[in-house]
């Protein structure tokens, strides 16, 4: 069951959640690497406060200065997370976020080395390479063959990925991407 739930949104990325690429045409503007990240970034943060047991008021009493907008998007996540499930949420976020970078590089190509905007492309990479290896742990992919697809730099990667989704499911493992990305974003290069 988790399999079908978990490629709907792959398949399915612009459906339902007008929470990016729309959103910011819709606003007369284009995204950037930095934007798609911090989005992604807030989106994953929400959803690991709500698996903690937060309920809607405890978290948007916790986000100060929230915006009208930044609420209505949090309300959409929060009934979209009720509606298909915090696993199903957290891919749909990572899906978002791999078409939001994807549609940056597409538009921009890639940012000049040692600059704000190639550190976000980079954690967007590595967050894509991530969500693809999680996706082949939940259709059951032999994690041998998932490392012959990737290069070697994130063999290692696609083991821990492996243990954790074996040992802890995939809410576990999804938020174990959230806090990777977070990570990365805050310590670029460690």
Not at 12 to 36: D, I, K, N, T
Not at 76 to 103: F, I, K, M, N, P
Not at 109 to 134: L, Q, W
Request: aromatic share 6%; proline share 4%; hydrophobic share 45%.
């Amino acid at each position: 069951m988790i399999k079908r739930r978990l490629l709907r949104p792959v398949l399915a990325v612009s459906l339902a959640m007008a929470l990016w690429p729309g959103q910011a045409a819709a606003e007369g503007r284009a995204h950037s690497f930095e934007s798609c990240s911090l989005i992604a970034a807030e989106y994953l943060t929400v959803l690991q406060l709500a698996s903690r047991g937060l309920d809607e008021a405890a978290l948007k009493a916790s986000l100060p200065d929230i915006s009208a907008g930044a609420r209505q998007r949090v309300d959409s996540l929060l009934a979209l997370s009720r509606e298909e499930g915090l696993v199903d949420t957290h891919s749909r976020v990572h899906s978002e976020y791999v078409a939001c970078a994807r549609q940056v590089f597409t538009r921009v190509g890639m940012p000049a080395a040692g600059t704000r905007d190639s550190t976000f492309h980079y954690c967007a990479g590595e967050n894509r390479v991530r969500y693809e290896i999680t996706l082949a742990a939940v259709m059951e992919a032999p994690v041998e063959d998932v490392k012959r697809s990737l290069k070697p730099q994130h063999h290692a990667v696609a083991a821990a990925i492996y243990r954790i989704f074996e040992a802890e499911g995939p809410l576990v493992t999804f938020d174990h991407l959230a806090g990777e990305l977070k990570h990365c974003l805050n310590n670029p290069g460690a």
